[in-house]
Each structure stands twice: as structure tokens, then as C-alpha cells.
């Protein structure tokens, strides 16, 4: 509840300093745009910087799961309400902005979750790899919401710029991998830099699964202090006004999305690990800053997705406080007196995190 009692304290902050200052049209400045091109940038590198290369190869059935499942029928789950109660050109867009898991909360959750090692493995893998894909999709989502005319050969030509700049990363972090730590700072530095200038963020994405840092507290530090400065600028965006029937429906709407998708990952895990993943869902700097980013061009975006993003942590925190309390209490009946197992939380051969969705 930390988290969100901060999230709501800077947006109150934001938008009283908006009122205060008679701030108006702030989303059209070329400082707001560039800020959160950089905000988004960083947010996106220590996404990926933190993923486990390892745990990666050692589940690549999962993340390609949750890469498909995981983000896109969410987002299309979300897309398909919001459309049908209110009619929204830009449902696909606000569906895909609050769709991914945030990492960060859930690096958070970890430390004090119930779940099994294997669960663990795959809500880890799943939160880091839905994150540069969301923000790639909502890119491409936001293309086809404006224009109306599908992906052409500018979209194609920017895959191809993404690409390059990988490349152009990858060659630079060979020659500078062996040198003195600051020169692997300024390379990472300059890396976001690039990438928030040029908006090439599928290649800053995965430069940062091999440009990483001596130190990775550097980005951990970085990115805990995005979310409060992207909440800020959020909250002074609010003195437009806030949608929050329609904020309230996504992000209620959302959070089932991902009790869908659980369900379809998860079939094979043992009963709580289902019930923990299948309230997994949170939004976090991510789906601030896309809906920072999505501003720009469409006025009242963040009406939207800032009360959405305040419903989606407050159900997750409601909702596994109760799943917590549903445990103890069945923890106590079935030993009274003595301590009891979780149920189902370690099964005999169940074998590793790869087979918890075999077949899903």
C-alpha cells in the first residue's frame, strides 16, 4: 500500500502545483515531450537491464507465453470492453498502456509472496518481457488508432532504425565492455540518451539486455526516481479534468484480463500459485509514461489512465490482502495448534518452471 499512497500523494502534488500555477497546455512543449521521451526511456532500459539472460533460456516457453497471451490477448480483452461500454477510438491504446505487469512491483511482491519457486520464476520472467512489449505494441497501436491506414513502410522503416541502433549498441558495449566502469556508464547513459532523442525505444530495449552495468543499483536507483517524476507530470496534466467512470471500468477490466490469462498460463500450478498469479496485475513507471507519452496527441489520455492505474493497485492490494487472509484462515482450521503448509505449494516431480505451462 506504500506504493500507492505515493502514486496518489504525487498526483495530488502535481495537480495542486498545476492549479497554484495556473498551468495549462504543458503536454505541448517541447520540454514535456522530450522529458518523457527520457522518462520512458529509462524506465524501458531497466526493464530489460534486469533480466536474468540465464533464467531467460531456461524459460523460453513462458516468455514467449506471456509475450502473446500475456500482453496481447490482454490488451485485446481490455480493448473489446472499453469499445463496447464507451465507444472509444483510442480503446486499443488505452488497452495496451495499462495491459503489461509492472517489474519493479513485483521484484517487490517477491520478497514477501507465498508462491512457489517455479511461480516465481514465471511471474519474474513474465513482468520483464511484457513491459518492452507493451511499450513496442502501444507504439504500433497508437499508429494504427491515428492514422486509420495500417502499418506502412514508415512503420517497417522504423523497425529497421530500431535494429541498426542495436546493432550500433551492441558494437560500441564489445569495445567498451573490458574498460573502467565509467566508460560503461557513459555508454549506458548515451545509449538512453539516443534512444529518447530518436524514440527508437525497440532497440534501446534490447541493448539493454546486454549493455549492463557494473552496478545494476544504478538503474534501480534511476528508475525509482522516473516514477515519482512521471507521476508528478501526470498529476499536473489532471487539471483538465479526470474521467473516472471510464478510468475506474479499465482498470477493473484489466485486472480481469489478467485473471484470463492466468487461468490459460497457469492451468498445470498448483491451486494458490494459480490464485497469486491470477492477481498479479500492477502498473507502475510503464504505464505512467506511456500515458505521459500518448498526451501529446491525444488530449485526455491521462484523464483516463491515471484513475485506471490508482484502480489496478488498489484491487492488487485489496484482492492478495484478502488471498492472504483467505490462506491463514485455511492454514488454521486444517492444523489447529501448529503450523500448516500452504496447500499445494510443493508438489513431488512437478518438475521445473518450463513445464507449469505445458500445453497452455
Known amino acids: 500500500m506504500a506504493r500507492i499512497r505515493l502514486l496518489i500523494l504525487v498526483l495530488l502534488t502535481g495537480w495542486g502545483l498545476a492549479e ?5 497546455g504543458l503536454q505541448h512543449s517541447p520540454a514535456y515531450m522530450l522529458a518523457s521521451s527520457l522518462l520512458l526511456a529509462v524506465g524501458l532500459y531497466g526493464s530489460t537491464h534486469g533480466i536474468d539472460r540465464a533464467e531467460a533460456r531456461a524459460n523460453a516457453g513462458i516468455i514467449v507465453l506471456a509475450v502473446t ?7 485485446a480483452f481490455i480493448a473489446a470492453v472499453i469499445f463496447f461500454f464507451y465507444d472509444d477510438p483510442f480503446a486499443l491504446v488505452l488497452a495496451v498502456t495499462v495491459a503489461q505487469i509492472d517489474p519493479l512491483s513485483v521484484a517487490a511482491v517477491l520478497t514477501e509472496s507465498r508462491l512457489s519457486a517455479r511461480a516465481r520464476t514465471i511471474l519474474a520472467a513474465w513482468s520483464s518481457f511484457d513491459d518492452p512489449v507493451t511499450v513496442v505494441l502501444s507504439v504500433y497501436a497508437a499508429t494504427l488508432a491515428f492514422s486509420g491506414d495500417g ?4 512503420e517497417v522503416a522504423d523497425l529497421g532504425w530500431n535494429a541498426l541502433f542495436a546493432v550500433v549498441a551492441y558494437l560500441v558495449w564489445r569495445l567498451v565492455r573490458g574498460g573502467p566502469p565509467w566508460l560503461i556508464h557513459a555508454t549506458a547513459v548515451t545509449a538512453i540518451l539516443v534512444g529518447a532523442w530518436t524514440f527508437l525505444m525497440l532497440g ?3 541493448a539493454g539486455l546486454f549493455l549492463r552495468l557494473p552496478d545494476s543499483r544504478r538503474v534501480e536507483q534511476a528508475v525509482s526516481v522516473a516514477f515519482p517524476l512521471a507521476a508528478l507530470l501526470m498529476g499536473m496534466l489532471l487539471v483538465g479534468g479526470v474521467d473516472v467512470a471510464e478510468g475506474i471500468v479499465l482498470g477493473v477490466t484489466a485486472f480481469a484480463a ?11 500450478l498448483p491451486v494458490m500459485d494459480r490464485v497469486h498469479l491470477a492477481l498479479a496485475q500492477q502498473n507502475g513507471v510503464t504505464a505512467v509514461i506511456l500515458a505521459l507519452v500518448f498526451e501529446r496527441s491525444l488530449d485526455g489520455f491521462v484523464a483516463v489512465v491515471a484513475p485506471a492505474i490508482v484502480t489496478i493497485n488498489v484491487i492488487h492490494a485489496l484482492a492478495n490482502h484478502a488471498a492472504n487472509r483467505a490462506v491463514n484462515a485455511w492454514e488454521a482450521r486444517s492444523s489447529p495448534g501448529e503450523p500448516a503448509p500452504l496447500p499445494d505449494r510443493h508438489h513431488p516431480g512437478d518438475g521445473d518452471a518450463g513445464e507449469a505451462v505445458d500445453g497452455a
Request: aromatic residues 4%; hydrophobic residues 65%.
Open 20 to 24: 497554484l500555477t495556473g498551468l495549462d
Open 69 to 75: 497471451v500475456g500482453v496481447v490477448l490482454k490488451a
Open 151 to 154: 502499418v506502412g513502410l514508415g
Open 204 to 206: 534501446l530495449a534490447i
Open 258 to 268: 489478467q485473471m484470463l490469462a492466468a487461468a490459460l498460463l497457469t492451468w498445470r
